[in-house]
C-alpha cells in the first residue's frame, strides 16, 4: 500500500472486522482490561510502517519491551523502531493538558506526526486532590484540543483501563467514550482476553489477526 493512501487513512490498515465504514475515523479509544499493551503494540505497528508516533503517557504504562519484541517478531532492529516513537510522560492532570494543547500542538506545527497515542488520558484527573470543577474544565479543554488537531488530520489512538476506577470522577470515561469515533473494550474470558467493538456495538464476526498476534507475543 502507498504511503499516500496510508497517511490520508491509518486506522483502516488495523484491518478490524466491521470496523466503521463511510465515515472519517480518526479517534479510537481502547479500554478496559489492560488496554495499555495493546496500544503500545498497535504504536509500534504504525511506526514500522512509517508512521510519526507521539506517546503522551499519563499512566505511566509505555513498556518499550513490547515495541522490542514487536521489532524481532517483524525481523526490525528494535533500538531503530523504538527512535520512531516519541514518548513524553506527564504526572499530574495538569501536565498532561499541557502536554496536549500546548507542547503538542507546538509540535504539529513543526512536523506532520502522523499517529498521536495518549495512554491513559483521564486517570490523572481522577486525582482527589484535584477539586472535580478542575479536573473536569482541564480535562474538556484537553479534549478540545484533540478534536481540534484531529480535524487537521491527526490520528488519535487512547487507552484507558477501567481498573480502580475513582466512581466520583465516571463522567471521565463517558465523555472519552463519547470523543472517540469507534472504542474497543478488551474482556478478560476464562484464561484469554477478547476484544468487542463497543461503538458502534457490533458482534465481530471473524478473529481479529492483529490482535491474535498480539496475543501470541513472545
Known amino acids: 500500500m502507498k504511503m499516500e493512501r496510508v497517511k490520508n487513512d491509518f486506522f483502516p490498515l488495523l484491518e478490524l472486522p466491521d470496523f466503521p465504514a463511510g465515515k472519517p475515523v480518526r479517534r479510537v479509544l481502547i479500554a478496559g482490561s489492560r488496554p495499555e499493551g495493546l496500544t503500545v503494540y498497535l504504536s509500534a505497528f ?48 495538569h501536565q498532561l493538558a499541557t502536554l496536549v494543547r500546548e507542547r503538542l500542538e507546538a509540535r504539529m506545527a513543526e ?43 491527526i490520528f488519535f489512538l487512547l487507552s484507558q483501563s477501567f481498573s480502580r476506577t475513582n466512581r466520583n470522577r465516571s463522567f471521565l470515561l463517558r465523555e472519552l467514550a463519547g470523543l472517540a469515533h469507534a472504542v474497543l473494550k478488551l474482556k478478560p474470558e476464562a484464561e484469554t482476553l477478547r476484544v468487542v467493538l463497543d461503538k458502534p456495538p457490533a458482534a465481530l464476526r471473524r478473529p481479529w489477526g492483529i490482535f491474535e498476534d498480539f496475543k501470541r507475543l513472545p
Open 111 to 153: 512536523e506532520k506526526t502522523s499517529l498521536v497515542v495518549l495512554l491513559g488520558p483521564a486517570t490523572l484527573f481522577a486525582d482527589e486532590d484535584v477539586p472535580g470543577e478542575e479536573a473536569a474544565l482541564l480535562f474538556r479543554k484537553m479534549l478540545a484540543g484533540v478534536r481540534g488537531m484531529s480535524r487537521r488530520g
Open 46 to 93: 504504525a511506526a514500522a510502517r512509517g508512521f510519526e508516533v507521539l506517546v503522551a503517557d499519563g499512566a505511566n504504562a509505555f513498556d518499550p519491551y513490547i515495541v522490542s519484541r514487536f521489532a524481532r517478531k517483524e525481523g526490525l532492529p528494535p533500538e531503530e523502531l523504538l527512535k520512531k516513537i516519541r514518548v513524553a510522560r506527564a504526572f499530574t492532570c
